[in-house]
Nanobody
Framework: QVQVEESGGGLVQAGGSLRLSCAAS????????RAWFRQAPGKEREFVAA????????LYADYVKGRFTITRDNAKNTVDLQMNNLKSEGAAVYYC?????????????????WGQGTQVTVSS
């Protein structure tokens, strides 16, 4: 069974930057696509970004385009999310997800494995 674990959350001022990392262990999916979702208090979990397993294709939610960048290191089996110019609405618990497939997807139901989440707090 594959496990994913997030790290890198914390407190950042509005307009600042933060980098999240997702490490996979266990029986990792070969060339699995990975994604980041986030969930703010009282809101649904929403898609942030995804990266493909084979070609490294990326997909972003409109509200993070140009500010967030998702990358992966296949040798280390990690996926990072660089978040720049964070806004107050970016405060949430960020979750890493992996799927048993190589293509990117924005739907939660496409992902088979989830981490526990890491808290991002944005101060104004």
């Amino acid at each position: 069974q594959v496990q994913v674990e997030e790290s890198g959350g914390g407190l950042v001022q509005a307009g600042g930057s933060l980098r999240l990392s997702c490490a996979a262990s266990g029986r990792t999916f070969t060339n699995s696509a990975r994604a980041w979702f986030r969930q703010a208090p009282g809101k649904e979990r929403e898609f942030v970004a995804a990266i493909g397993g084979s070609d490294g294709s990326t997909l972003y939610a409109d509200y993070v385009k140009g500010r967030f960048t998702i990358t992966r290191d296949n040798a280390k089996n990690t996926v990072d999310l660089q978040m720049n110019n964070l806004k107050s609405e970016g405060a949430a618990v960020y979750y890493c997800a992996a799927r048993n497939g190589c293509f990117v997807a924005a739907l939660r139901s496409r992902y088979d494995c989830w981490g526990q989440g890491t808290q991002v707090t944005v101060s104004s």
